[in-house]
């Protein structure tokens, strides 16, 4: 089966740094993704791992452990507007079929 | 501008009204799928394409039926809508690969009542 997980809720205080979690079980693993999703809106691509380590991206930096099955994403000087939804997913099989976690709805605070 | 269009954006309707949700992209794009998102669930597939005339079921198939007669185009359609498939829809697109992002639609909050 597939199954993957993530907080339902987190809430942070702006200018700090948050990380959302995420694990899953997959087979056929090929890649991780993080999407950013604002209330009512489309996804938008934030991150991508597909080898073990840390891939920095300005305030966002996106990890993975494949043999974990563990990855984390990182906001740092956190800002309003990064109250957000953040949704792991993941590619696998033939297909690369990509499936959703549930989501993580960030609250930054002032 | 690369996009995905779906329309339309939000739809009230009755139970039993055949309606159909358009999805089209510009970036011809092989791969196209249609999710449901609701509450608590996040989104869930519910048919995928991976290229004109190939189409499949994903994780939640009934009560929808797609078509890709055109590598742009592919509509979801609901013969027969109920009320539980009442949800916010988004149609994506993007390249074969496992490390391809998808691009989604604006998204579709369809009420059946």
């Known amino acids: 089966g597939q199954n993957i997980d993530q907080p339902t809720e987190m809430t942070a205080t702006e200018g700090a740094i948050v990380q959302i979690n995420c694990t899953y079980q997959?087979?056929?693993?090929?890649?991780l993704f993080w999407y950013q999703q604002h209330a009512g809106e489309a996804p938008t691509f934030l991150s991508y791992?597909?080898?073990?380590g840390l891939e920095e991206k300005g305030r966002f930096s996106s990890f993975l452990s494949r043999s974990k099955g563990y990855s984390y994403l990182l906001l740092k000087e956190l800002q309003m507007k990064d109250s957000a939804s953040y949704l792991c997913?993941?590619?696998?099989?033939?297909?690369?079929?990509?499936?959703f976690g549930a989501g993580t709805r960030l609250a930054v605070h002032p | 501008e690369a996009q995905v269009t779906q329309n339309p954006r939000y739809l009230i309707t009755v139970t039993g009204k055949k309606l159909t949700v358009t999805c089209s992209q510009n970036?011809?794009?092989?791969?196209m799928s249609w999710y449901r998102q609701d509450p608590g669930l996040g989104l869930r597939q519910i048919y995928y394409?991976?290229?004109?005339?190939?189409?499949d079921k994903g994780d939640v198939p009934e009560g929808y039926k797609v078509s890709r007669k055109e590598k742009r185009n592919f509509p979801l359609i609901l013969e027969s809508p109920s009320p539980n498939q009442t949800s916010l829809y988004f149609c994506?697109?993007?390249?074969?690969?496992?490390?391809?992002?998808?691009?989604f639609g604006q998204g579709t909050r369809l009420t059946v009542v």
């Open positions: 791992n597909v080898l073990d």
């Open positions: 997959t087979s056929g693993f090929n890649g």
């Open positions: 394409s991976m290229n004109v005339e190939v189409t």
């Open positions: 970036m011809n794009h092989e791969y």
């Open positions: 997913a993941v590619t696998s099989g033939g297909y690369n079929k990509l499936i």
């Open positions: 994506a697109s993007r390249h074969p690969g496992g490390n391809t992002e998808a691009f």
